[in-house]
């Protein structure tokens, strides 16, 4: 399934530098206050609260809100705040990366997304675009490229 661009896909670039400066700036969130708000229920998530605490900081608990992160929020999060995943997995395929996940557990779709994630990020890098499901590319930022590049 394609789905057409958004105007928030084509300003990303410029987003993603507000982010990094953004981030740089911020002042750490207590433990007590997330714990407050229920967000790092250990039972339910396998991401380590220094993590998250980062990751809210950014403005999202989901992820790192680097460029590939948040390009991918875009083109693979429904309208309800559901990922597609057969939107992910076809936009991982389309980079030649497999996109098999076997781990139905709870919790599995968060993960899914997390390591094809990861796998992605220096494929992406190296060849410094992101091929979506349709044959259309999106050019990595350099600093993205220049994080994920090994």
Wanted: proline share 4%; aromatic share 8%.
């Amino acid at each position: 399934m394609t789905k057409s661009l958004s105007p928030a896909m084509l300003e990303l670039e410029a987003y993603e530098a507000q982010i990094e400066a953004r981030a740089a700036s911020l002042v750490p969130v207590t433990d007590a206050i997330d714990e407050a708000e229920g967000y790092f229920d250990r039972s339910k998530s396998v991401v380590k609260k220094s993590y998250k605490t980062e990751y809210k900081a950014r403005g999202d608990v989901r992820g790192n809100s680097d460029w590939l992160f948040t390009t991918l929020k875009a083109l693979t999060l429904g309208d309800d705040g559901k990922l597609d995943i057969a939107t992910l997995e076809s936009i991982v395929e389309a980079n030649g990366i497999p996109a098999k996940y076997e781990n139905r557990s709870p919790g599995w779709q968060g993960r899914m997304r997390m390591t094809l994630g990861l796998r992605l990020r220096p494929v992406v890098a190296k060849q410094g675009f992101l091929r979506l499901d349709d044959g259309q590319t999106l050019e990595a930022p350099s600093a993205f490229v220049t994080a994920w590049k090994k």
